[in-house]
Every structure is written in structure tokens, then in C-alpha cells.
T-cell receptor, first 111, second 114 residues
Framework: GENVEQHPSTLSVQEGDSAVIKCTYSDSASNYFPWYKQELGKRPQLIIDIRSNVGEKKDQRIAVTLNKTAKHFSLHITETQPEDSAVYFCAASMTGNQFYFGTGTSLTVIP | DSGVTQTPKHLITATGQRVTLRCSPRSGDLSVYWYQQSLDQGLQFLIQYYNGEERAKGNILERFSAQQFPDLHSELNLSSLELGDSALYFC?????????????FGNGTRLTVT
């Protein structure tokens, strides 16, 4: 089955700096890659997603890039703010299958 | 608000007991997923239903079972509870049974087994 690895497990950045979280997947059939943000004790919330026919997608300060050849995708957060502090999960899925989640990255933005 | 409703929000019970967690998906969503999240852990996939039928199974214990009813709500039954079953249980729904539409999570049920 699919295996998703996520790095780093923890990340601390100064407010205003950029943060990058990377995920790799194993199954080339995976074609949909969402990112979720989970604040402490709350539900995971979709923040951005990308499909395999697109290499990059941007939404204000958040962007996701996908390299199908290398089987990795990354989340980029620019101009980080304290409210960006949370756990971020990447996931990979393929048509007709369930979602495979990474192990999460705990991001701390230091004011 | 995601539109996915989970009840109850909190549940405290003793070892050996049985509980039922309930989930109502977003309007129009046919697929329901259950995930378990232990303290400081990731999201462990338990089971998925699509339009009333089991679609995929993850690492769900034999003591756990689930079903999706004709009105598309789902229930997760946990029996012979152990201390290690204490966790946050999330339900998520999506439009399709295929894995290329986003999951929308409910607020979860926090289960504490004492």
C-alpha cells in the first residue's frame, strides 16, 4: 500500500520567516495531495490541496508544490504568523482508495 | 463549521464497557471515514463507508465495528474497552467514494477510558 513520510516532525521559525514541510509518497498511482492544519484539540482543517496534473498551487501565503517524478510534495508558508502555529498533516490518495496521512509536523512560530 | 456532526463530544467510561460514536456527514457527502488520534499521535485510519457499504478497512481492532445507515449517518461501536482506547475519534466525509475529493472532518469525540 501507499506510504507517506513527512519531515520534519517539529519546526520552529521566527515570525515573518518562511516554513517548509516536505512529504514523500511511494505509490505512483496517488493523484491527490491535500494538506490539513490541526490546532490543539481541534479538528484537522483542509488548507490547500493539489492534484497530480498540477505542479504548483498557491493561496495567499500558502503554496504547495508537487514533483511527480521524485514522488514528493511540499507545503510552503511565507511570512509566518503566530496563528500559523499548529500541527500540519500531508496526505496522499488515489482514485478509489483511502487517504494515507503523514505523521504530522508541529510548527511553532516564535513572535 | 465543516458540516460534519459528531456526537457526543466527550465520553468517559470504564474498561470493559461498550460505547457508540455517531457521525452525520455533510449534506450530499456519500462517504464516511473514521480515524483514531491518540495523544500527540497522527491520524490512524480505521474504516471507510460509501453509500452504506464498507469501502476500505485500516487498522481497526476486532473489538471495533462500524456501519453506515440508509440516511448516510454512521456509527462506530467500540467494545471491551481498554485504557489504550482513550483517544480522539474523528469522522470525516467526502462527496465521492473515490480518494480524490477532500475530506471534511467533524470536531471529534474525545473518549476517556478509566
Amino acid at each position: 500500500g501507499e506510504n507517506v513520510e513527512q519531515h520534519p516532525s517539529t519546526l520552529s521559525v521566527q515570525e515573518g520567516d518562511s516554513a517548509v514541510i516536505k512529504c514523500t509518497y511511494s505509490d505512483s498511482a496517488s493523484n491527490y495531495f491535500p494538506w490539513y492544519k490541526q490546532e490543539l484539540g481541534k479538528r484537522p482543517q483542509l488548507i490547500i490541496d493539489i492534484r497530480s496534473n498540477v505542479g504548483e498551487k498557491k493561496d495567499q501565503r500558502i503554496a504547495v508544490t508537487l514533483n511527480k517524478t521524485a514522488k514528493h510534495f511540499s507545503l510552503h508558508i511565507t511570512e509566518t504568523q503566530p496563528e500559523d502555529s499548529a500541527v500540519y498533516f500531508c496526505a496522499a490518495s488515489m482514485t478509489g482508495n483511502q487517504f494515507y496521512f503523514g505523521t504530522g509536523t508541529s510548527l511553532t512560530v516564535i513572535p | 463549521d465543516s458540516g460534519v456532526t459528531q456526537t457526543p463530544k466527550h465520553l468517559i467510561t470504564a474498561t470493559g464497557q461498550r460505547v457508540t460514536l455517531r457521525c452525520s456527514p455533510r449534506s450530499g457527502d456519500l462517504s464516511v471515514y473514521w480515524y483514531q488520534q491518540s495523544l500527540d499521535q497522527g491520524l490512524q485510519f480505521l474504516i471507510q463507508y460509501y453509500n452504506g457499504e464498507e469501502r476500505a478497512k485500516g487498522n481497526i481492532l476486532e473489538r471495533f465495528s462500524a456501519q453506515q445507515f440508509p440516511d448516510l449517518h454512521s456509527e462506530l461501536n467500540l467494545s471491551s474497552l481498554e485504557l489504550g482506547d482513550s483517544a480522539l475519534y474523528f469522522c470525516a466525509s467526502s462527496v465521492a467514494g473515490v480518494g480524490n475529493s477532500p475530506l471534511h472532518f467533524g470536531n471529534g469525540t474525545r473518549l476517556t477510558v478509566t
